[in-house]
């Protein structure tokens, strides 16, 4: 009954906790509830509104089969124990994602995150980056853990309107980059090989598209002292940048859309067992709160929204004096 009360409240507020059950119901109606029943109502409730824990993965099975309907191109894999057939892994990428990242940079960005819910387990994910410096995602697979097992297993799954020729970031940047090196002196050694007379002086091939810096080789984008080096030798400074930057690649990137998947009907899916959830297990130990940040990751400074004031507090914690 708690959970059918709530269960409006619950959809709006998914965060609600059992504590503000308790004391809505009092203030609503007057009555006194347990923690522990109020926690089994937001459970409920929870279940009525966005679906059951349990019952979600197999759910998978009927998803799979209408991503494989609507977008054949697309891979959708579940793994399950042959002797349980209980859900242990599952893999993911559309064919736009996959069709896309032929216009990218051929680099890959993993990362994993913990899973929250009844079941726990791990997100792991692989994206690449388009001209535009945006994140542009490839797959995701879901496991138990980021264990060098299920990390294997992932990387053996994983095989507009703009008129100038690159994107803006890119055209943003060297445009900076022009005006930084307006005043320093290029000396010619050969018609691709030149000296930016700066401090230090460096060594800029256009050819071989290098710079003594090395930022330009590791970039694919002209550092400031290539685009000095390139405006003094007349070339065109679009064709020294990666094709992965153009407009033209950008747009390819995102050409392919990702097929609705439509959920009114939802045929039986023959010929396979029903997946039960995985056995959750809870870890040694206290529960991880924090992910694990990435090396050179920046970490944003919480803004207490109560005295303004930049630290490891929220307006919920905060304890200073307000004047």
Known sequence: MIGRLMSADIRTTPQKRPVDVVSSLKGLYGVDVPYKRAWKGVEKGRSEAFGDYDASFDELRWYREAVRNSDPESVFEIEVDTETNRFQRLFVAFS?????????????????????????????????????????????????????????????????????????????????????????????????????????????????????????????????????????????????????????????????????????WKPEVAGDAVILPPISRKPPGRNKKKRIRSFGEKVRAIKCARCGKRGSHNRRSCKEAIN
């Open 96 to 264: 736009a994602c996959i069709s896309g990242f032929k216009h990218l940079r051929p680099l890959l960005f993993v990362d994993g995150t913990f899973l929250k819910g009844n079941f726990k387990g791990s997100l792991l994910s692989a994206s690449a980056k388009d001209g535009d410096k945006g994140l542009f995602p490839l797959c995701i697979g879901v496991a138990d853990s980021e264990s060098n097992e299920n990390w294997l297993w992932f990387m053996k799954k994983l095989r507009a309107k703009w008129r100038q020729v690159l994107c803006p970031t890119m055209d943003e940047a060297l445009a900076i980059a022009f005006q930084e090196s307006k005043a320093w002196e290029v000396k010619f050694s050969s018609p691709d090989v030149l000296e930016v007379l700066c401090n230090p002086s460096v060594k800029v091939d256009i050819g071989r598209h290098s710079c003594t810096c090395t930022q330009w080789q590791l970039n694919g984008v002209p550092c400031v002292h290539a685009v000095c080096a390139i405006k003094k030798s007349g070339k065109s400074l679009n064709a020294c940048v990666e094709r992965y930057f153009h407009v033209e690649c950008y747009r390819e990137a995102y050409s392919r859309p990702i097929m609705p998947v439509p959920t009114l």
